[in-house]
């Protein structure tokens, strides 16, 4: 079966640089969500869209930005990165009814050095 | 404030035995509750979800969970562990009005041969 795909797997950046990040959501899904796994904690939620337009909003910084195009797939792009950057970041997608089960990518490693 | 815990960082278990991974929750309304499972260097990979029905849910790879609502918990269960279980377990309720799921802190299972 599909699954969400992400690319890049894995990204090195330097401090103030800019890094985008894409995700493929599974065919059919209207639903893009993003979340960050730094080093030894629990994801956190970043932001997410529903027919290409953002539905929530967590804990992303305005340094970070996304969007959802007409194909459903989505950018994260990140500006100004900062050490702090350097994370496991995750796209999941799903369906929009609440209680639909959210797929996760297998995530993208980000590197800032 | 919509929170969850994981009560243990990590819980270790002999191949063969019984394992329970534990979850309390505080969330409002009736909650849509998740398990997911990541491996090292891996997406999150789901296991099974309570809606509502029946408080015993069955999921992937052998694993069940118990909701009990009186005690606002979802504990993951399994009756006999193995050693390819050894992972990092997400307990993770779904605030249901934004869809958005709200991770624990994590418990490592380590399965021990």
């Known amino acids: 079966a599909a699954g969400v795909i992400q690319s890049p797997r894995h990204l090195i950046k330097e401090k103030r640089e800019t890094a985008t990040l894409k995700c493929y959501p599974i065919p059919r899904h209207d639903t893009v969500y993003w979340y960050q796994q730094g080093p030894g904690q629990d994801p956190q939620f970043l932001i997410s869209f529903y027919e290409k337009m953002q539905s929530d909003k967590g804990s992303i910084p305005d340094r970070f930005s996304a969007q959802q195009f007409s194909d459903y797939h989505s950018e994260l792009n990140m500006s100004s990165l900062e050490l702090g950057d350097s994370a496991l970041y995750f796209c999941?997608?799903?369906?929009?009814?609440?209680?639909?089960?959210?797929?996760f990518g297998e995530g993208s490693w980000l590197t800032v050095v | 404030a919509q929170s969850v815990a994981q009560p243990e960082d990590q819980v270790n278990v002999a191949e063969g035995n019984p394992l329970t991974v534990k979850c309390t929750y505080s969330v409002s309304g009736n909650p849509y509750l998740f398990w997911y499972v990541q491996y090292p260097n891996r997406g999150l990979q789901f296991l099974l979800k309570y809606i509502t029905g029946d408080n015993l849910v069955k999921g992937s790879y052998g694993f069940e969970a118990e909701f009990n609502k009186s005690q606002t918990s979802f504990h993951l269960k399994k009756p006999s562990a193995l050693v390819s279980d050894s992972a990092l377990y997400f307990c993770a309720p779904l605030y249901g009005g934004y869809n958005k799921l709200i991770f624990g802190a994590g418990t490592r299972l380590a399965v021990h041969p």
């Open positions: 999941a997608s799903s369906p929009r009814a609440s209680g639909n089960t959210i797929y």
